[in-house]
């Protein structure tokens, strides 16, 4: 089992010998000698278990437990002191130590509670994903801009109303999670939360998922099929990407909202349903009307309160606990442990423009971690981003870089092509002509 060590000691010869015992059991191992040092590594690199002296020339070990504990929650932290104090050991484990031992006295057990140690960690990180998986409101929506925390305490304050909110903003900016979060944070959250994208189906097919239909009336309809509107009674209907509903679909749906009636597919019978409309787009409505595409009294009915999602390129103070987010989810389920993230991966993350926001930033992240070596994250790891950034270089250098990163992704797919297109966000027509083009079979 490989893992990420920080030793914390002012007795340096002791740090090194601590040092050199744990990197032998192929740890990977970094020292430091105070808590404000400690303290900036644990900004820069991912570490699983912490050992630290309890006497440090600028801090107290058992304090220093709950600052590390309260930012970074997985981890688990092994205190060695050289005087045994059961007053400092009680206190260190109701501040979340792992386990505290005296030094001399305890070092046999150094190695095999740096073992235990690490597997709480993988039981902590699961806990954690598995937590991020099932989170809802408000909760999971990360970011400390000022334009992300505007949005969000709009969505809050209109959550606890039964008014039509219109989500706005580019596509991957989050729409369908504020969807979800004013959803949960409303007293339908009892009730069921359904979303459809508009711009996914065909009119007749797109009618029927809406509304539903009754067997027989159409081609293919072999049975009475519930629509998501009947689905959404008592709770909220999410649109998105309303600005692709055809128009002809936008007078049936501005009659159900004004009325909250509507008409199942082959149906004569009119049904009721009390549901609470969210609706999303990256279109200009106002600019659809002029086109007329889009029908202007809908438009009035559905902009009762509009939030407008700040791209990511606006809020790239928010990017890294985006990315360290992505990075916990996804090596988990790739079962990746003890991944370490250099620096310059977050530097070069930054320096892209994520025109498409949070959804790029979150396949790249997936992307990375399959690409990366030795368990590190770092600038090779984003061949993709490299190449915007050494753009300078010849040709022949960025067509290698991508042959390169097409094979890896092909390894990783187990040769699975409409996987690997989906990773590399190509079509599959395009990644045939990429191994054609690179001799590749």
Request: charged share 30%; hydrophobic share 40%.
């Amino acid at each position: 089992m490989s893992g990420n060590i920080l030793i914390i000691d002012d007795e340096l010869k002791l740090l090194k010998l601590l040092g050199m015992i744990l990197s032998q059991e192929d740890f990977n191992v970094k020292e430091a000698s105070t808590a404000r040092s400690a303290m900036t590594m644990l900004e820069q690199y991912e570490f699983d278990v912490v050992l630290s002296d309890v006497r440090l020339p600028d801090g107290f070990g058992v304090e220093l437990v709950r600052s590390i504990k309260t930012k970074y929650p997985h981890l688990e932290i092994i205190l060695m002191t050289a005087f045994g104090n059961i007053t400092d050991a009680v206190q260190a484990m109701k501040n979340g130590a792992y386990d505290y031992i005296v030094k001399g006295d305890d070092n046999d057990k150094i190695i095999p509670l740096v073992y235990k140690a690490l597997d709480k960690v993988q039981d902590n990180k699961s806990k954690i994903v598995q937590k991020g998986d099932v989170q809802k409101g408000f909760n999971q929506i990360m970011g400390s801009s000022p334009s992300i925390l505007q949005a969000k305490k709009l969505a809050e304050k209109v959550a606890l109303t039964d008014a039509t909110v219109l989500l706005t903003g580019e596509t991957g900016t989050g729409k369908e999670v504020f969807a979800n979060a004013i959803h949960e944070g409303s007293d339908r959250k009892k009730n069921n939360f359904v979303a459809i994208n508009c711009s996914a189906f065909s009119k007749e097919i797109l009618e029927s998922e809406l509304f539903g239909h009754k067997q027989g009336a159409f081609t293919g309809a072999i049975k009475d099929k519930k629509g998501l509107v009947e689905e959404a009674n008592g709770g909220t209907l999410f649109l998105d990407e309303i600005g692709e509903m055809p128009i002809e679909l936008q007078a049936k749906l501005l009659r159900v909202l004004e009325t909250h009636e509507f008409m199942k597919m082959g149906e004569t019978k009119v049904s009721k349903s009390d549901f609470r409309l969210i609706a999303a787009t990256n279109r200009n409505l106002e600019d659809e009307i002029r086109q007329g595409n889009f029908r202007e009294d809908l438009y009035f009915r559905l902009n009762v309160f509009e939030i407008t999602l700040p791209p990511l390129r606006e809020r790239k103070e928010d990017l890294k606990v985006l990315a360290k987010s992505f990075i916990d989810i996804f090596s988990h389920k790739l079962h990746l442990n003890s991944v370490q993230v250099s620096p310059d991966y977050y530097k070069t993350l930054e320096k892209n423009d994520w025109k498409g926001n949070i959804r790029e930033l979150r396949n790249t992240i997936e992307r990375s971690l399959i690409l990366m070596n030795d368990h590190i994250l770092d600038t090779e790891s984003l061949p993709h981003y490299s190449e915007k950034v050494n753009s300078d270089k010849d040709s022949l250098s960025i067509r290698s870089l991508e042959k390169e990163h097409i094979q890896k992704v092909l390894h990783y797919t187990k040769g699975n092509k409409a996987e690997a297109a989906r990773l590399l966000e190509i079509g599959i027509a395009t990644l045939y002509r990429k191994l054609e083009e690179y001799g590749l079979r």
